[in-house]
């Protein structure tokens, strides 16, 4: 199966339950990502900044970038300027940067928060309630060039599917208990960024709206790169 054929049989399965499709090419050499392209998918996903502002350089200026990894606030101002959606936002500090690097590249950047739903503690995220006290605090509601459209989590890495769909089910209840708590008005607050290539389908079904696949698209990966 070629690119364009994963894309297309992927798109057919989530075609009509309004869940966008995040190509992620980290690692991908450009070919690969203008297939994916030629085939119509314009939201690209990566997860290092300075693979991500390469690729930005290179390929065609109307591709979504959004970006899945973890982000260091000394990197904020390289993606800035085009960046569609910073999916790893972990702390008030590194908003009030993305806050402040928008601000010069007079934009509003959107944002997910990314809650801790694994158990493993090396995931990045949050917990509720980090998230919960930096939506209450002055310094966030200070802030006027970020936008934050909903949530983002990583489920353990794990063949037990139960435990996945909890985890899941988890973050959709967080999505819930803030958009009531703080987003209720808020349009822009829509987003469950969960599911990669191993549990898309049991993230849709839980909720799930932006769906985050690498190897389904574009194959393995060097098992050395995360
Ligand atoms: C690499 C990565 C993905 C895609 O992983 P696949 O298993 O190849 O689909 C999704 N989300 C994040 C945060 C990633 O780092």
Sequence with gaps: ????????????????KGV????????????SIIEAYDSGQRLFG???VQELTEKYNKLPKDIEWHLIGHLQT???KYIAPFISMIHSVDSLKLL???????????????CL??????DEDTKYGMEMAEAVELLRSDEFKALKNIRI?????????????????EEFYELNTFFRGLKAAFFRNDPAFTEKSMGMSGDYEL???????????GSTIFGERNKKTK
């Excluded at 909903?150 to 037990?160: D, F, R, S």
């Design 1 to 16: 199966m070629s690119i364009a054929d994963n894309i297309s049989s992927i798109k057919k399965e989530i075609g009509t």
């Design 96 to 110: 009030q940067e993305i806050n402040k690097q928008a601000l010069k590249a007079d934009r509003i950047i959107d």
């Design 20 to 31: 966008k499709l995040i190509a992620v090419s980290k690692t991908k050499p450009l070919e």
């Design 203 to 213: 993230a849709i079904e839980e909720g799930s709206t932006m769906i985050r696949l």
């Design 113 to 118: 928060l990314q809650l801790e739903i694994a």
């Design 149 to 165: 459209c909903g949530v983002m989590g990583i489920a353990t890495l794990t063949n037990n599917r139960k435990k996945t769909q």
């Design 46 to 48: 990566e997860n290092m």
């Design 74 to 76: 000394n990197k904020v």
